[in-house]
């Protein structure tokens, strides 16, 4: 899950491109128990709510042995199936390093793991979230190859100063995003496939809206970082979504963008292509304490 630019600091164990060793060794008996009750809780719930491809790339984490995967026989399962490794890094790292890696068909993977009395309280991306909720799709060709896109596009972007335009696109489609499949709709955004609870609010829940996805809407479209989400979007397929991803010309889109106000997570446009108009129930029983 990705939060904007803070200021960060480069420690001094890692290389220039942020990366750090693995080290698996280091982790403890109770860290590898941590991944095996996620992943455990996880993957019972996911069948019939995750998106096919999803399901079907978890298979690659399905390594020699249980617990935290080991980046090296994952990332040699995974070179196998799309061209894709995973590599280690300390937490949130800058854009331009987080785009290069992308680009590179590198994803960069927090190594550290959130605590047994935390299972379900992040702050910064993890282990978990970042193998198990990034990792499966990255097996699926299309995918695959949006996020390289997406690394490239995030690379030219940084030349625009449109880095938090092209970020709510990460944030809606790679974080949050839901896809029709059939006549259901799925999830497959990280940020939901890792989390138990978002995980059935994102698809059950009377709360949110769920807009048909529209790749200029979603880049006018505010974002929450501490909570749900109050609005998803659905794509039909990765194929339209890598499509218009590589085909769109961003450079006049982005000025297009500066002469458009930002949009409030709420909003509903008139062009919109409403699935659910959310009560925001859940949002509005927060606001209220
Ligand atoms: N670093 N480790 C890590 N993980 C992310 O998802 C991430 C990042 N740095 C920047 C970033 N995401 C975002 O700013 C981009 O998604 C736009
Ligand atoms: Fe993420």
């Known amino acids: 899950m990705a939060t904007g630019s803070p200021t960060l600091t480069r420690p001094p164990e890692a290389a220039t491109d942020w990366t750090v060793p693995q080290d698996w060794d280091r982790f403890t008996a109770e860290e590898h128990d941590v991944w095996d009750t996620l992943f455990a809780r996880q993957s019972?719930?996911?069948?019939?709510?995750?998106?096919?491809?999803?399901?079907?790339?978890?298979?690659?984490?399905?390594?020699?042995?249980?617990?935290?995967?080991?980046?090296?026989?994952?990332?040699?399962?995974?070179?196998?199936?799309?061209?894709?490794?995973?590599?280690?890094?300390?937490?949130?790292?800058?854009?331009?390093?987080?785009?290069?890696?992308?680009?590179?068909?590198?994803f960069p993977a927090g190594n550290f793991i959130r605590t047994a009395d935390q299972l379900d309280y992040l702050q910064e991306p993890d282990v978990f979230h970042d193998v198990f909720g990034h990792v499966p799709l990255l097996a699926d060709p299309v995918f695959a190859?949006?996020?390289?896109?997406?690394?490239?596009?995030?690379l030219r972007s940084l030349k625009f100063g449109a880095i938090h335009k092209l970020a709510r696109l990460y944030w809606y489609t790679v974080e949050f995003g839901l896809i029709r499949e059939d006549d259901d709709l799925k999830i497959y955004g990280a940020g939901i496939v890792s989390s138990h609870g978002e995980s059935i609010f994102a698809l059950d829940s009377d709360s949110p809206n769920r807009l048909g996805f529209d790749l200029k809407r979603t880049m006018r479209t505010e974002y929450r970082i501490d909570d749900y989400q109050q609005t998803y979007f659905v794509i039909d397929d990765f194929e339209g979504l890598l499509q218009q991803t590589q085909e769109t010309d961003f450079a006049p889109l982005y000025s297009e963008l500066e002469t458009l106000e930002d949009l409030p997570v709420t909003t509903i446009l008139p062009e919109d292509h409403v699935m659910t108009h959310g009560t925001q129930a859940y949002a509005l029983a927060k606001a209220a304490g």
Do not use: C
């Open 145 to 154: 190859d949006y996020m390289q896109a997406y690394g490239e596009g995030g």
């Open 44 to 106: 019972k719930q996911l069948p019939g709510r995750a998106a096919q491809p999803f399901l079907d790339g978890l298979d690659v984490l399905h390594l020699s042995r249980p617990g935290i995967p080991n980046f090296e026989e994952l990332s040699e399962k995974l070179m196998k199936t799309t061209g894709w490794e995973v590599v280690a890094v300390p937490g949130l790292i800058p854009d331009d390093a987080f785009f290069d890696h992308l680009a590179n068909r590198r």
